[in-house]
């Protein structure tokens, strides 16, 4: 079992940069695949990155070479560092992981544990 808790989301402007921290407890981190979801109002949720738990790595269309994803296991603690950012990335942020990945690293269904959400909001 794990839990999940997110922080560092906020308010920018059109431009900026943000980092994002998961922290995880409750099990072995190093033994999970992890990943950030984000879902706008009246939008779908959106996969973002996604990390595997052998480092390899997975980024949605709209973010790749603007987002990275990232963990320390020492800190068993996930991160997001986001530049570059844009109107669009305004959304509630989700840390997600699951033990055995069973489909796509970015489709939500896959995923069995998810933090409360950090919202970022960039403005023009």
């Known amino acids: 079992q794990v839990q999940l808790v997110e922080s560092g989301g906020g308010s920018v402007q059109t431009g900026g940069s943000l980092r994002l921290s998961c922290v995880a407890s409750g099990s072995t981190y190093i033994n999970y695949c992890m990943a950030w979801f984000r879902q706008a109002p009246g939008k779908e949720r959106e996969g973002v990155a996604a990390?595997?738990?052998?480092?390899?790595?997975k980024y949605g269309d709209s973010v790749k070479g603007r987002f990275t994803i990232s963990k320390d296991s020492a800190k068993n603690t996930l991160y997001l560092q986001m530049n570059s950012l844009k109107p669009e990335d305004t959304a509630m942020y989700y840390c997600?992981?699951?033990?055995?990945?069973?489909?796509?690293?970015?489709?939500?269904?896959?995923?069995?544990?998810w933090g409360q959400g950090t919202q970022v909001t960039v403005s023009s």
């Open positions: 997600a992981a699951v033990e055995v990945i069973t489909g796509s690293l970015l489709a939500p269904g896959v995923y069995g544990y």
């Open positions: 990390i595997h738990s052998d480092g390899g790595t």
